[in-house]
């Protein structure tokens, strides 16, 4: 399981602290325990990743990637987010990226990140143009 964590406008992102891919950007969230309901397990990965309390707002899909020598299905949320968010457990940073701002699809340990990204950057637009006051 994973999740597109936004607020503010912007897209929480993981940097991965263990093999596949450290070092590569990715979603916060990661596998089920045995027997275990995927959004309590959802809920769990990302306090144990980065300390926030999520709620699910929107289901995006399944996504199917390659991992070590075998393959994994994505299941991938839309969330709200409250507290505030630090690197723990197999992260070793995190940062907020604006829709103009996402690393290159190449950093990413995941095929689809990039994609899914993309859509959600479309989804939201340009930035709003930052006004500087006139005068005193």
């Known amino acids: 399981m994973q999740a597109l964590v936004v607020r503010a406008g912007r897209v929480l992102l993981v940097r991965r602290d263990r093999d596949p891919g450290k070092g590569r950007w990715d ?7 045995e027997g275990e309901d995927p959004v ?3 809920r769990r990965e990302l306090f144990e990743e980065t300390g926030l309390e999520i709620e699910p ?6 996504f199917v990637e390659p991992y070590f020598n075998r393959y ?4 991938t949320w839309l ?3 409250v507290g505030d968010a630090r690197p723990a457990d197999d992260v070793a940073e995190l940062q907020w990226f604006a829709a103009d701002g996402l690393p290159a699809a190449d950093e990413f340990q995941f095929a689809h990140h990039p994609r899914l990204l993309a859509a959600w950057a479309e989804q939201v637009g340009p930035p709003e143009p ?4 006139i005068g005193p």
């Open 40 to 42: 309590a397990g959802l």
């Open 79 to 81: 969330v709200s987010a």
């Open 27 to 33: 979603l916060p969230g990661g596998f089920l325990d």
């Open 130 to 133: 930052q006004v500087e006051p």
């Open 57 to 62: 707002v929107e289901y995006l899909g399944v």
């Open 72 to 75: 994994v299905l994505g299941l």
